[in-house]
């Protein structure tokens, strides 16, 4: 069974590199205008192509990896916090989003297979995250102690 939902007013959060985006509390945005430009041909290329071929077979109702914001419960965030800090080594922001669209949990360890699509509801691997495709209002910008 899919994890897909139609939110409204859906409290979740997002956790991204500092100056990947330019947005203001308070403002609402809508995914229409998230497009991630194409990555150099490599192993990180590959697998978003196929993870893309893959929900098109599936489902292509189910919101695409390349126009989406990814977002996070709030028991993930400081696992995403961690994650993004050790990759980037820039201190993250975390936003408190309100959605309003469609929602898709899933977990990013499925990421090469088709299971990423039709998460197994028994497995609870650790990379816990949602795809958003709709309206989101950036709610506040958070501090990571909330997350302790």
Not at 22 to 32: E, P, R
Not at 93 to 114: M, P, Q, R, S
């Amino acid at each position: 069974m899919m994890d897909i939902q139609t939110v409204t007013n859906y409290i979740a959060y997002h956790i991204h590199t500092p100056n990947q985006f330019d947005w203001s509390i308070g403002k609402s945005y809508d995914t229409a205008l998230v497009c991630r430009p194409v990555l150099p041909c490599g192993f990180k290329q590959c697998i978003e192509d196929i993870a893309e071929l893959t929900r098109e077979n599936i489902n292509p109702n189910l919101p695409s990896r390349n126009h989406c914001i990814y977002v996070s419960k709030k028991e993930y965030v400081r696992y995403w916090y961690n994650y993004f800090e050790k990759r980037n080594k820039l201190q993250p922001i975390v936003y408190k989003l309100k959605l309003t669209g469609k929602l898709f949990w899933t977990y990013a360890d499925y990421l090469k297979a088709e299971r990423y699509w039709l998460p197994n509801k028994v497995d609870k691997p650790q990379e816990h995250e949602g795809l958003f495709e709709g309206t989101y209002t950036i709610v506040d910008q958070c501090d990571i102690a909330e997350f302790l």
